[in-house]
């Protein structure tokens, strides 16, 4: 069975501070794919990176920036110098990555973890 | 770029009534997912379809249904409605056909469906 769990529910920070969302999942496949996709308050699912099992670099972009690692489970998410823009839900997600499946969009997701930055 | 349409973006409906929501997915993209998001938890997989067959289905209630048509557009429809199928509906596309498994997926801005 697949699972994906982000422990922290709710995140607060000052702006301009750096926060780490962790995510840690759970699959028996070889081949898989995690993301992570933030919700503002208008609701809409933001996607922001996605990541193949295979690929284990770590990846920058701006002040976003993942690691994952398969020896933890973990694909862990870093916002450097936070700003209130970055407030929202932030998702972690997983599905399966087999080669012409149909069912490769269906997500697990993890419960969400609640960002706010304060001024 | 095209993206996902989703229509309509907000719907009122009484309990009982009931409600169709539709996804045109981005061209050439042959495959669309149904998720539900409820207040507060994460989106859920209902179902999906591969060329106009279902393909996988999650915890889709029986009282609704769905399906994708010629054009690749999906509705899903929702009857009886209850005051908790009150929920963010989100429709995603991929493209499947011919291409190797990159899980590219594209969300659509969500239906909101709020059952007085």
């Known amino acids: 069975a697949q699972k994906v769990t982000q422990a922290q529910t709710e995140i607060s920070v000052v702006e301009k501070e750096d926060v780490t969302l962790d995510c840690v999942y759970e699959t028996r496949d070889t081949t898989y794919y995690l993301f992570w996709y933030k919700q503002p308050p208008s609701g809409e699912l933001v996607f922001l990176i996605r990541r193949n099992s295979f690929d284990e670099q770590n990846e920058i972009s701006g002040r976003y920036s993942w690691n994952f690692q398969k020896s933890t489970s973990s694909f862990n998410f870093t916002i450097t110098a936070s700003q209130v823009v970055d407030s929202a839900v932030y998702f972690c997600a997983l599905t399966r990555g087999v080669y012409g499946s149909s069912n490769t969009g269906k997500l697990i997701f993890g419960q969400g973890t609640t960002l706010q930055v304060k001024p | 770029a095209a993206g996902v349409i989703q229509s309509p973006r907000h719907l009122i409906k009484e309990k009982r009534e009931t409600a169709t929501l539709k996804c045109y997915p981005i061209?050439?993209?042959?495959?669309v997912y149904w998720y539900q998001q409820g207040p507060g938890q994460d989106p859920q997989f209902l179902i999906s379809f591969y060329e106009k067959m279902q393909s996988d289905k999650g915890s889709i209630p029986d009282r609704f249904s769905a399906q994708q048509f010629s054009d690749y557009h999906s509705e899903l429809n929702m009857s009886s409605l209850e005051l908790g199928d009150s929920a963010l509906y989100f429709c995603?596309?991929?493209?499947?056909?011919?291409?190797?498994?990159?899980?590219?997926?594209?969300f659509g801005e969500g239906s909101r469906l709020t059952v007085l």
């Open positions: 061209p050439r993209h042959d495959t």
């Open positions: 995603a596309s991929s493209p499947l056909t011919g291409t190797p498994n990159t899980g590219e997926l594209f």
